[in-house]
């Protein structure tokens, strides 16, 4: 089956400081990742697509400039949060959509927990 | 504007008794729904995809089924270890995106 692996699993960080999420597809190629924010018993709540190559699409309200997306590769994308603030403190979800088609539907990651103090 | 509703928010079981969760949509052309089992903590494990209303599919206690305005999931003499969020999701023909319902919390005790 398809596997997305995402780290970290879990970090803290001081107010003002950068934090690098990292969504890997192990095992398939994925066209497209997605990036979703999840709070205490919320849905998920998606933030931006990302396509291999190309920037990403960003959902009304996310702030493009503290949310960085990066796909570079056909296996890789990276969610970096500038400037952490603590209401930036969340669970990230990404997920990855595989190239060629499958019946797994979307593949999602662990997810990471962030804690700005 | 597409839109998912799951009810109910929160269910308790005693295990054993069988029950249903409802996952309301509307979408502008369904291209596909998606149920997904979430553990606290951890990102959510895919477990159906239905594409047509009238379509089935079942795994070990859980049946899926779908028509043109809701799906439910069926669980059949559920575990303790059933214990989780189901999440449903759709994604219409015109897009890549996946449209989550708030999920159901379910509570299977011994």
């Known amino acids: 089956g398809a596997v997305v692996s995402q780290h970290p699993s879990w970090v803290i960080c001081k107010s003002g400081t950068s934090v690098k999420i990292e969504c890997r597809s192990l095992?398939?190629?994925?066209?497209?990742m997605f990036w979703y924010r999840q709070f205490p018993k919320q849905s998920l709540m998606l933030m931006a697509t990302?396509?291999?190559?190309?920037?990403?699409?960003?959902e009304q309200g996310v702030e493009k400039d503290k949310f960085l997306i990066n796909h570079a590769s056909l296996t890789l994308s990276t969610l970096t949060v500038t400037s952490a603030h603590p209401e930036d403190s969340s669970f990230y979800i990404c997920?990855?959509?595989?190239?060629?088609?499958?019946?797994?539907?979307?593949?999602f990651g662990s997810g990471t927990r962030l804690t700005v103090v | 504007e597409d839109q998912v509703t799951q009810s109910p928010e929160a269910l308790r079981l005693q295990e054993g008794e069988s029950s249903s969760l409802n996952c309301s949509y509307t979408?502008?052309?369904?291209?596909?729904l998606f149920w997904y089992r979430q553990d606290p903590g951890k990102g959510p494990e895919f477990l159906f995809t239905?594409?047509?209303a009238g379509e089935e599919k079942e795994k070990e206690r859980l049946k899926a089924t779908l028509t043109k305005k809701e799906s439910f999931l069926h669980i059949t003499a559920p575990k303790p270890e059933d214990s989780a969020t189901y999440l449903c999701?759709?994604?219409?023909?015109?897009?890549?995106?996946?449209?989550f319902g708030t999920g159901t919390r379910l509570q299977v005790f011994p």
């Open positions: 997920s990855a959509r595989p190239s060629s088609p499958t019946d797994y539907g979307y593949t």
């Open positions: 095992d398939f190629q994925a066209t497209t």
């Open positions: 990302s396509n291999e190559g190309s920037k990403a699409t960003y």
């Open positions: 979408v502008s052309g369904l291209r596909g």
């Open positions: 239905l594409y047509s």
């Open positions: 999701a759709v994604q219409a023909r015109t897009t890549d995106k996946l449209i």
